[in-house]
């Protein structure tokens, strides 16, 4: 049973189009993350969402967009893509928006930007 | 400057060994520690977690926190080729909802 799931697992694209990420976790968490992994490792908060309400929203381009339908799901679209979008996205989930509370990761998505 | 600092590594320890992992952070009000293992090409995974001064064990894993030096590290004893990967530390201050900031990781491998 997949607690955290991502589709597509890889994404190859060309400059300048527009694509979608998706993300659903069956946990029965409330709050849902996106996090940008760059080659280096450096894994940095981009998105959150707790019961569908934006809560973090970093310093990202607005050509990110994220969406929460309901809880159990957050999409990330990015439009005109850029080739330093190239990196892994991994959703994540947690109950509640305490520092105490862990977090699932879901499997990356890697995006790659040509 | 980052927010939470690793040595990239690799750090290279014989099995059986222990193997130290350290991490500083900048927040001097950061309030809970963390630490994830992420292998080759997978997502990262929670091992511990520390909130308060001193040691926490669990298993052949020990965190230690250190509030006043900012500093925690991760002790892994008997280290085994399958500790092998990426070490993550991640921080998150008071409030501000549950932003964790990473550190970049430390390669670790046990060589057998």
């Known amino acids: 049973d997949t607690a955290v799931s991502q589709t597509p697992k890889y994404l190859v694209t060309q400059m300048g189009n527009d694509k979608s990420i998706k993300c659903e976790q069956n946990l029965g968490h409330d709050t849902m993350y996106w996090y940008k992994q760059d080659s280096k490792k450096f894994l940095k908060i981009m998105f959150s969402y707790n019961n569908k309400e934006l809560i973090i929203n970093e310093t990202v381009p607005n050509r990110f967009s994220p969406k929460s339908p309901d809880k159990a799901h957050l999409n990330l679209h990015i439009n005109s893509l850029e080739l330093g979008d190239s990196a892994v996205y991994f959703c994540?989930?947690?109950?509640?928006?305490?520092?105490?509370?862990?977090?699932?990761f879901g499997p990356g998505t890697r995006l790659t930007v040509l | 400057q980052k927010e939470v600092e690793q040595n990239s590594g690799p750090l290279s320890v014989p099995e059986g060994a222990i193997a130290s992992l350290n991490c500083t952070y900048s927040d001097r009000v950061s309030q809970s520690f963390f630490w994830y293992r992420q292998y080759s090409g997978k997502s990262p995974e929670l091992i511990m977690s520390?909130?308060?001064?001193g040691d926490k064990e669990d298993g052949r894993f020990t965190a230690q926190l250190n509030k006043a030096s900012q500093y925690v590290s991760l002790l892994i004893r008997d280290s085994q080729p399958s500790d092998s990967a990426t070490y993550l530390c991640?921080?998150?201050?008071?409030?501000?909802?549950?932003?964790?900031?990473f550190g970049s990781g430390t390669k670790l491998n046990v060589k057998p």
């Open positions: 991640a921080v998150k201050g008071w409030g501000n909802f549950n932003k964790f900031y």
């Open positions: 520390i909130y308060s001064n």
């Open positions: 994540a989930s947690s109950q509640g928006v305490r520092g105490t509370d862990t977090q699932y």
